[in-house]
């Protein structure tokens, strides 16, 4: 059970059906014909879960234009409850990862992960450790000079090139850039295609 001021911005501050009802496990979905994917999250103790959260109204002030990727978002996250704090753990749903799409989560992360803080201070709650979770069934980090978009491997003047998949996919973590650099642990979760050719795995938090 939710305490009295998340439940009164729940009744006051945020949208009818914005949160799925409380649940010890949830079955997340992507449901795009690309890639049809369906994750069972099994979660002890109280948690507050958003899905398809890429459909969900976010903060509407953030920048538009492509380049700065602030309306690029992440599939669905979760909340716990750990003591005084609420942990975060953002899903990313994605048929296969390799460079490209390793650039394209860490825009997703870095815009989902402020959009959230933002709806903590709405429920009045304080965020703890921050977890990063991608579901896949290919693993493609070809080497960079063979990826259609060469300049995301280009490090910043001064700083050291850094391998997305040896720096940060190898050792589960993953880095985005808010003036500052992020750290968030990184999960890979691999799934499996059913009979339906639907990617099927399992989640544990």
């Known amino acids: 059970m939710y305490d009295s001021r998340i439940q009164y911005a729940m009744k006051n501050f945020i949208r009818d059906d ?15 014909e690309c ?11 109280t948690n ?13 002030f953030l920048r538009e234009e492509k380049s700065f990727g602030m309306q ?16 975060l753990y ?25 959009n959230i ?3 903590c201070e709405f429920l009045g709650i304080t965020l703890g450790d921050v977890y990063a979770y991608t579901t896949y069934e290919k693993e493609m980090f070809e080497k960079p000079k063979d990826t259609a978009d060469v300049k995301i491997h280009v490090p910043l003047l001064g ?14 973590i993953i880095k985005v850039e808010i003036d500052e ?8 979760v691999k799934m499996e295609r059913n009979s339906e050719k639907i990617l099927e795995g399992e989640l544990c938090i």
């Open 18 to 32: 914005y949160f799925l009802p409380m649940q010890n496990q949830y079955k997340l979905e992507e449901t795009a």
């Open 90 to 114: 953002m899903i990313e749903m994605k048929s296969s990862v390799g460079y490209n799409t390793w650039s394209n989560i860490k825009y997703k992360l870095r815009s989902s992960y402020l």
């Open 181 to 188: 650099i992020l750290e968030f642990s990184h999960t890979a």
């Open 117 to 119: 803080r933002a709806l």
């Open 159 to 172: 700083e050291k090139a850094t391998s997305y998949k040896d720096d940060e996919w190898d050792k589960g």
């Open 35 to 45: 890639g049809k994917s369906c994750l069972n999250v099994i979660i002890d103790g």
């Open 48 to 60: 507050i879960c958003v899905e398809k959260y890429d459909n969900q109204k976010r903060c509407a």
């Open 72 to 87: 690029k978002c992440i599939d669905h996250f979760i909340l716990k409850k750990e003591n005084d704090v609420w942990n």
